[in-house]
């Protein structure tokens, strides 16, 4: 949908491009949804945690909703 802006759903080229994905965790405080992934996962500490932010691009017909991340590269470990 980000690349096409059309619906693979529905078809529907009427799509909201970058939504903030937000998150009511704790408190009610609001954060931005985010994903992560490990350096070392098999580590019990100091897993160095990889993070980034997640947007939304939401069909305004249907309302399916993709997810991507903000900086890809910024969570890419190596292999």
């Known amino acids: 949908m980000k690349r096409t802006n059309t619906c693979p759903k529905c ?3 009427d ?3 970058d939504a903030k994905a937000i998150d009511r965790a704790h408190y009610n405080a ?4 985010s994903v992560g992934t490990f350096r070392k996962p098999e580590a019990l500490l100091l897993k160095g945690q990889l993070t980034s932010t997640l947007s ?3 069909c305004a017909d249907c309302g399916y909703v993709e997810f991507y991340a903000d900086s890809p590269m910024s969570i890419k470990t190596e292999t």
């Open 11 to 13: 078809g529907s080229s």
């Open 15 to 17: 799509v909201i491009a």
């Open 30 to 33: 609001v954060t931005e949804l």
């Open 56 to 58: 939304a691009w939401v």
